[in-house]
């Protein structure tokens, strides 16, 4: 769309023919997305207080699975869009971005497979003891339960870390964005060691949510207005 104005002979344009593709969001913006994923991630923490965590097959169990898919669905959308967030410009920034990227992506996609799996199992179960012998099951595949279960469905949040503190090296983002996402990840792991119900596990994911709540918020910024103007004869 080109805006035209004039007074006498001067004339002045503006042109804002690219200027909405440049800076409109695309179908879910940095900002929601950065925060949606770690909220789900809470969210389903929070909806298996009423099983006290446990394997339950029942509605509580069904609905934080379901949350849960949702969220790490989320993660995985993220890793495709670190490079445009951060174009990296050196070698070692190169080699971090692709690591993150692809460990982000390839450990969501591990707890994508393990949660459609506790789903299938708490929709095909008629107690914990029959959802306990699914889980089993699949763990007795080679490889399976590292992959599924163990560190192949961690590391997501190492790829989080090595992504954060990028943005802060590059500017794209601040220190205090990375060190929110690193803290919420060690608190959870720690948390992890003492059970999952601990009282630190939601603490480092509530750092988790905040510190890429705020990175999401830094990294989205609009594009700034291009302008251009074409001056009339008399160079008013």
């Not at 298996?48 to 339950?56: A, F, T």
């Not at 789903?119 to 003891?129: D, E, Y």
């Not at 480092?204 to 890429?212: H, K």
Request: hydrophobic share 50%.
């Amino acid at each position: 769309m080109n805006l035209t104005s004039s007074t006498g002979p001067a004339r002045t344009r503006i042109d804002t023919g690219d200027l909405a593709a440049d800076s409109a969001p695309g179908p879910l913006s940095d900002r929601v997305l950065f925060t949606a994923a770690p909220a789900l991630f809470l969210g389903g923490w929070l909806l298996m207080r009423p099983i006290d965590g446990q394997s339950e097959p029942g509605g509580w169990w069904t609905a934080a699975h379901a949350v849960w898919l949702a969220g790490f669905v989320l993660f995985a959308a993220m890793g495709p869009r670190f490079g445009r967030i951060v174009g990296a410009r050196t070698t070692g920034q190169r080699i971090a971005l692709t690591a993150s990227t692809v460990i982000v992506v390839v450990s969501s996609l591990a707890n994508i497979v393990q949660l459609v799996i506790d789903l299938v199992g708490g929709f095909t179960s008629a107690n914990s003891a029959e959802l306990k012998n699914v889980f089993s099951e699949v763990k007795d595949i080679p490889g399976a339960e590292a992959l599924i279960y163990g560190v192949g469905a961690q590391l997501v949040f190492v790829g989080l870390i090595v992504f954060a503190v990028l943005a802060a090296v590059v500017r794209r983002a601040t220190p205090g964005s990375a060190a929110l996402v690193t803290a919420g990840t060690v608190v959870m792991a720690v948390g992890m060691g003492f059970g999952r119900n601990h009282w630190t596990v939601p603490l480092g994911m509530v750092c988790l949510l905040a510190g890429l709540a705020l990175l999401g918020r830094e990294v989205e910024r609009p594009a700034a207005p291009a302008r251009r103007r074409d001056r009339g004869p008399s160079g008013a």
